[in-house]
């Protein structure tokens, strides 16, 4: 059978991905190039300044992945590109490069949902992966928990009603001087401190729902930041550590609450807040206890990349999923 390759390009957030991927799970080579520095100075993401590092690095970044890959641009069979959801102005970047270069080659081309290839970069790692199973989608922008039949069939049981745990993590890290990128720093402030001296809630732990709510525990967060600041007594590492684990608490119980009452075999866990060391310790230790087996994606793969683009993509080129010149991006679902 002839071995298929796919170029991914992913520009939806803050991240110029390029990568190419074989028969949809061996990466040939996967290149992010974080603009972490560029944004770190405004304490987060800036839209605008986004797009206009895209359009900056695309070219170089796709090069690199295709000289890292070993391949040249006559060996690419087709184009996946994350077409929704993120920043239009940065999605509309990739969108637009994965047009012109299909359309110059003569190659199809394939928009990617971003959320189900963070799903997928679980399969790139763990091919051995079966079905039904429940994923726990934790990036940015979502916190969700999806019953899979399989890729076409899934099942939403709940989300956030307000913020997602990475942008919890994000707007936590702001206010008590962490920085940006927000969660690893939390992590990393986390790991110097101790849960448990304070107190935060843990929301909807008891609900017999699955949905989410991260906006109280980070009001809480602050309520308690400012008033030990005001008494000079805030130890900001056994904060960190605190929200971390009322967090992590929270996603964890409510995932395997879900993997009992369906039943599902397997647990699996996507998206950038994957990538949380803590977060991982303890859906490990419960994996344990539970006896369901667990799956997640490396660190490198859980955060934003072309890879899990690419890999997706080679399931739609395979179903000749083709999009059309037409195509939008789309900042929502
Ligand atoms: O999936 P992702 O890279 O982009 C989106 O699709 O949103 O997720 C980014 C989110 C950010 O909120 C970031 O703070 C969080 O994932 N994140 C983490 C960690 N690394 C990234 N949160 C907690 N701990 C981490 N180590
Ligand atoms: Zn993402």
Sequence with gaps: MKSINILGVETSCDETAAAVVRNGDEVLSNIINSQIEVHQRYGGVVPEIASRQHVENIGAVVTEALRAAAV????????????????????????????????????????????EGHIYANFIEHPSITFPLICLLVSGGHTSLIYMEDFQNTRLLGATRDDAAGE?????????????????????????????????????????????SFSGLKTAAMNMCNKLNKNG???????????QEALVEVLVEKTFKAARRFSAPN?????????????????????????????????????????????????????????KLDLNAYPGL
């Excluded at 994957?274 to 859980?302: G, H, T, Y």
């Design 72 to 115: 040249s641009i006559q060996d690419i069979d087709a184009v996946a590109v994350t077409n929704r959801p993120g920043l239009i102005g940065a999605l509309l970047v990739g969108l637009s490069y994965a047009k012109a270069l299909a359309y110059a080659l003569n190659k199809p081309f394939m928009g990617i949902n971003h959320l």
């Design 168 to 212: 919890a993590f994000d707007k936590v890290a702001r206010f008590l001087g962490l920085g940006y990128p927000g969660g690893p720093a939390v992590e990393k402030a986390a790991a110097q401190g101790k849960a448990g001296l304070y107190t935060l809630p843990r929301p909807y732990l008891d609900k017999n729902d699955f949905e989410f």
């Design 233 to 243: 007594s805030l130890n900001v590492y056994d904060l960190a550590a605190e929200f």
């Design 267 to 323: 647990v699996l866990v996507a998206g950038g807040v994957a990538a949380n060391s803590r977060l991982r310790e303890m859906m490990r230790l419960k994996s344990k206890i539970s006896d369901i087996p667990l799956f997640f994606p490396s660190v490198k793969m859980c955060t934003d990349n072309a890879a899990m683009i690419a890999g997706l993509g080679y399931h739609h080129y395979k179903m000749k999923n083709f999009a």
